[in-house]
């Protein structure tokens, strides 16, 4: 009986009595039917509402993240990870704290790793650090910020505060955030990186700006990582960044995804197109996210949100299939049409 099974399983999967018994029940109607993968998905499919109130059983039977390779280590990362530009970024008090705990717990519950921040970002590391405190499953946690400041001792200082506020003793991947002062930081991240410090190095700019002189730094410099604006509205980084990192053998975080949101607006009252369900993309937000970690030196997008259902969307993303290069021509097509 699901009853006996309850206390370890339920804790294991945070779900309530009822939607054990469900999950009873499904088991049951494998069992008895000895279901192949298609009929199984179709089954699953039909529990429709009862799904949607326990997505983490698909994840946790049918499906795996998809993930892509850090190319200077070869370990992998899933491909949707997630930002906290302003959506992180409330006081002390504020009443948001409570959802954005649920928006944290949705991200690890539906396999997220990637977590990047910076001191620009206003309270945005201390809310991670808080909130990591509180939130279970989050082994997988790959911790990225940025040292945005000028000279040796203020980024040493500045890199300190942000492993206190993150609650992070060792930063998975530690930014050089715009290019500022990054001969500087360089070095003292090469010095910490040897000594266990950190684990990746990086450096960051967004909005197409500095391509030339960020192309320049990665054609000479040890960088792991690299981030920039990579969106199906703003191909920029098609021409030379993205090959350059892809003969470098550097990974790369796409920001601004949405282009902080403005991709929803040229969308809004539009269908996608019937294909899309052909890379198993569910939603526009799935259909940008998808479009950005499909080329193939993409490594992981980094879309913010402060909303429940936006991080269950966005997870969402990483599932399933990709699309290939002959669709991905579609989509652009597909979006410019709009
Ligand atoms: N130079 C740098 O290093 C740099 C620069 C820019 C950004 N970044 C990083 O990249 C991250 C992402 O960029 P971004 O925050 O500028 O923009 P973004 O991720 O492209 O867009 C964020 C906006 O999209 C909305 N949104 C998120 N998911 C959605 C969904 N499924 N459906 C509908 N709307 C959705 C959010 O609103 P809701 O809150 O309502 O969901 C928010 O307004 C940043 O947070 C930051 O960590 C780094």
Redo the contacts with the bound molecule.
């Keep these: 009986m699901p009853g006996a099974l309850r206390p370890e399983i339920n804790q294991w999967l945070k779900i309530t009595k009822w939607e054990l018994i469900a999950i009873y029940g499904l088991g049951r109607m494998i069992e008895k039917q000895n279901f192949d993968r298609r009929s199984f998905l179709k089954s699953m499919l039909g529990f429709g509402s009862t799904l949607a109130l326990m997505p983490q059983l698909v994840f946790a039977t049918e499906q795996s993240a998809i993930k892509k390779k850090i190319p200077s280590s070869g370990e992998p990362l899933p491909v949707i990870g997630m930002?906290?530009?302003?959506?992180f970024d409330v006081s002390d008090d504020a009443p948001e704290r409570t959802s954005l705990l649920k928006v944290l717990q949705a991200f690890f519950d539906r396999g997220g790793a990637v977590i990047?921040?910076?001191p620009m970002y206003g309270s945005s590391e201390q809310v991670i650090g808080d909130l990591l405190k509180k939130v279970s499953n989050k082994q997988a946690l790959f911790a990225a910020t940025?040292v945005w400041t000028r000279g040796r001792k203020r980024g040493i200082a500045q890199m300190q505060r942000s492993m206190q506020l993150m609650g992070v003793e060792v930063f998975d991947l530690m930014q050089i955030?715009?290019l500022v002062d990054w001969e500087t930081h360089l070095e003292t991240l090469k010095a910490w990186k040897a000594e266990g410090k950190v684990r990746y190095i990086g450096i960051?700019?967004?909005h197409g700006r500095a391509h030339g002189e960020l192309e320049q730094i990665l054609q000479n410099e040890p960088f792991d990582f690299v981030?920039f604006t990579y969106s199906i509205a703003n191909r920029d980084v098609e021409k030379r960044l993205l090959p350059l990192v892809a003969e470098r053998g550097i990974a790369t975080l796409i920001?601004?995804?949405?282009?902080?949101?403005g991709l929803?607006r040229r969308v809004k009252g539009k269908p996608l197109p019937p294909w899309a369900a052909d890379f198993d993309c569910a939603?526009w937000?799935q259909f940008f996210l998808k479009f950005a970690v499909s080329h193939p030196a993409a490594t992981c997008a980094?879309?913010?949100?402060?909303?429940l259902r936006?991080m269950i969307?966005?997870m969402g993303a990483g599932f399933g299939r990709l699309p290939d290069a002959a669709t991905r021509q579609k989509m652009i097509a597909y979006y410019e049409s709009l």
């Design positions: 930002g906290s530009w302003q959506t990047d921040s910076s940025k955030h715009n960051t700019t967004s981030q920001n601004r995804p949405y282009q902080g949101g929803f939603s937000g980094i879309p913010a949100t402060s909303k936006h969307d966005n």
